[in-house]
């Protein structure tokens, strides 16, 4: 059975940083486009980033240029790194493997508050 397994969720202080991982097993991790998604209480769940299986990434535009995303494909693993952190980014965060089938993960709690 596929699995996506987040980690590094957490509260941290407005200014912070967290990094996010998500670990894919049971999948050909290359055929897979990566991505990222978060939902807030009483919130849709929306996009935050993707990264392609050639490494092309996307960025909602709240959080470009304090977010990034990579993936390790040897590792079978993609990676959310978040810096300066805001209130407004907290939410549940959500991995997601798009390709051949879709895949999500069990999600994350990040909390962002002084």
């Known amino acids: 059975q596929v699995q996506l397994v987040e980690s590094g969720g957490g509260l941290v202080q407005p200014g912070g940083s967290l990094r996010l991982s998500c670990a894919a097993s049971r999948i050909n991790f290359l055929f897979y486009n990566m991505g990222w998604y978060r939902q807030a209480p009483g919130k849709q769940r929306e996009l935050v980033a993707t990264v392609s299986s050639g490494g092309n990434t996307i960025y909602v535009d709240s959080v470009k240029g304090r977010f990034t995303i990579s993936r390790d494909n040897a590792k079978n693993t993609v990676y959310l790194q978040m810096n300066s952190l805001k209130p407004e980014d907290t939410a549940v965060y959500y991995c997601?493997?798009?390709?051949?089938?879709?895949?999500w993960g069990q999600g994350t709690q990040v909390t962002v508050s002084s």
């Open positions: 997601r493997a798009t390709g051949p089938n879709n895949y």
